[in-house]
């Protein structure tokens, strides 16, 4: 049986990846319903036809049909015992990169906001699942990082 890569962005990929290496990158969405989802586009990455007629931006779409997609949340990827085993009992890091959402549908100076309520369920969802501070590191490339980290 041959070694198959799990698909980019998903559970299987970053337990996979957290395994093999000393850590992993990914990026984390809001969705409309205000949960946390691995994705690193703006756009749902769907095939044009499987939209039906859908908005194309992930912050539009609630997770339930984000997930019938194929795309996980923050959530389930910390509830994986093999993945927070690899940062607790050995010491490997995770990077976050938490995503505003594109500037057709938040103007820029909502991102700090929406940013914020990001990186304050980041902050819980390790809290809860008792994941070390140091063996995560939470960023954004926007301007307003350091006053989202203060607010947070």
């Known amino acids: 049986m041959s070694w198959r890569q799990p698909p980019e962005n998903t559970v299987p ?14 990026d984390l969405r809001l969705s409309a319903d ?7 586009d703006h756009h749902v990455s ?5 939209l039906l ?3 194309r931006f992930v912050e539009q779409w609630q997770s339930d049909d984000l997930k019938r997609h194929g795309f996980d949340d923050f959530n389930s990827l910390l509830e994986n015992k093999d993945f927070t085993e690899q940062l607790i009992e050995q010491s490997k890091v995770a990077f976050i990169e938490i995503k505003p959402p594109h500037r ?10 929406h940013l914020t309520k990001i990186l304050k369920q980041v ?25 989202v980290a203060k607010n947070a």
Do not use: C, W
């Not at 990929?13 to 990914?26: C, H, I, N, P």
């Not at 205000?34 to 690193?40: G, K, Q, S």
């Not at 057709?104 to 909502?110: A, F």
């Open 13 to 26: 990929a970053l337990v996979e990846g957290v395994t093999r290496f000393d850590g992993v990158e990914f």
């Open 34 to 40: 205000e949960e946390l989802v691995l994705h690193h």
């Open 46 to 50: 769907i095939d044009e036809e499987k």
């Open 53 to 55: 007629g859908k908005q």
């Open 104 to 113: 057709s549908i938040q103007q820029r100076r909502e991102n700090s906001a």
């Open 123 to 147: 902050t819980e969802l390790l809290k809860l699942h008792e994941i070390p501070r140091h063996n995560v590191v939470v960023y954004s490339f926007h301007s307003a990082m350091a006053i």
